[in-house]
């Protein structure tokens, strides 16, 4: 933007401001910006410093009102002023046509920076909805594969509830097999009068057999297990030495018999299904086990 004032103009237009009538340097730049239409404002210090020069050279003098410098024009400052008269003519002109390129250029930035702001909101716009559609694509991707591992997860979440299932259908069938056996197993020890020697080789017969079914180290159904109890003994528990008092022998047994499931349990851990299944065959196996030495039970 050009200056508003050239070289010496805006001095001849204070002398004309304060030939008007004295003022203090706030109601000058006021009414400079007025006379602009408010489109042009000098700062306090563009017009303090030419007041003070205008007063060293004796054109203007100032007094002080309420704290402030009021100034006023000077004879040798209305002579000076006459003698300008053309050029003061002049400078009114200017400042109407300053004015009018002012409010031109203006517009014309004001038109500009529309302009921009418009393309900009376009393409902020554009963006948006390209982003905003890409946005949708990845949520749409992600939703689908969230789907199919939702659908995964239950397929697999069936299936082991299905392996399960049979397990334990399986665990239940064995354990019914391994009971049925050592019933007719008692029974005929009892029938040939092999009580009590035979029945506690029964005892850890069953016993071996259970601890197969719970750790699961058995490799096929109880009832298929080759050979008599007594090999299941010299399977299971070879190390443990016969006692001459057969409730302690069972005792041993026992304890074999908790020792090593609680190993398995600790060396290969226990879940929730297997703590049940466990429970229940266990259950099968106690009751067989107090049917036998229990006569009463067994007679209810």
């Known amino acids: 933007m050009p200056p508003v004032f050239a070289h010496g103009r805006l001095r001849l237009y204070l002398l004309k401001l304060l030939d008007e009538a004295p003022r203090h340097g706030y109601e000058v730049i006021r009414l400079l910006e007025?006379?602009?239409?408010?489109?042009?404002?000098?700062?306090?210090?563009?017009?303090?410093?030419?007041?003070?020069?205008?007063?060293?050279?004796?054109l203007v003098t100032h007094a002080t009102e309420g704290g402030r410098k009021v100034y006023s024009i000077t004879d040798a400052g209305r002579a000076e002023l006459a003698a300008r008269v053309g050029e003061l003519a002049d400078l009114e002109v200017e400042i109407r046509e300053s004015v009018s390129e002012l409010a031109a250029e203006i517009r014309d930035d004001v038109r500009?920076?529309?302009?921009?702001?418009?393309?900009?909101?376009?393409?902020?716009?554009?963006?948006?909805?390209?982003?905003g559609s890409s946005s949708l694509s990845d949520a749409k991707d992600d939703l689908r594969?969230?789907?199919?591992?939702?659908?995964?997860?239950?397929?697999?979440?069936?299936?082991?509830a299905q392996s399960a299932k049979r397990q334990a259908k399986e665990f239940q069938r064995m354990a019914k097999q391994v009971q049925a056996?050592?019933?007719?197993?008692?029974?005929?020890?009892?029938?040939?009068?092999?009580?009590?020697?035979?029945?506690w080789e029964d005892v850890s017969g069953i016993t071996a057999q259970l601890g197969d079914l719970v750790t699961g180290v058995a490799h096929g159904p109880a009832g298929s297990r080759p050979g008599s109890p007594e090999e299941a003994v010299s399977?299971?528990?070879?190390?443990?030495?016969?006692?001459?008092?057969?409730a302690r022998e069972l005792d041993r047994l026992l304890d074999r018999f908790r020792d090593d499931i609680r190993d398995a349990a600790r060396d290969h851990?226990?879940?929730?299904?297997?703590?049940?299944?466990?429970?229940?065959?266990l259950g099968t196996a106690a009751e067989s086990i107090l049917s036998l030495l229990s006569p009463d039970r067994r007679k209810s």
Not at 35 to 58: C, D, H, I, M, N
Not at 115 to 130: D, H, P, V, W
Not at 269 to 281: D, F, K, L, P, Y
Request: hydrophobic residues 35%; glycine residues 8%; without cysteine.
């Open 34 to 58: 007025e006379r602009f239409q408010g489109l042009y404002a000098p700062s306090a210090g563009t017009v303090y410093p030419r007041l003070a020069k205008l007063e060293a050279e004796g």
């Open 145 to 160: 594969k969230a789907k199919q591992e939702w659908k995964e997860q239950a397929r697999q979440a069936r299936a082991e």
């Open 112 to 131: 500009g920076a529309a302009g921009k702001l418009r393309n900009e909101m376009r393409a902020a716009a554009s963006a948006s909805r390209t982003a």
């Open 181 to 199: 056996q050592f019933q007719e197993q008692v029974l005929d020890r009892m029938t040939r009068g092999e009580w009590p020697k035979g029945v």
């Open 269 to 281: 851990g226990v879940s929730r299904e297997q703590a049940a299944e466990a429970r229940r065959h």
């Open 235 to 246: 399977d299971w528990a070879q190390d443990l030495e016969r006692s001459a008092e057969p």
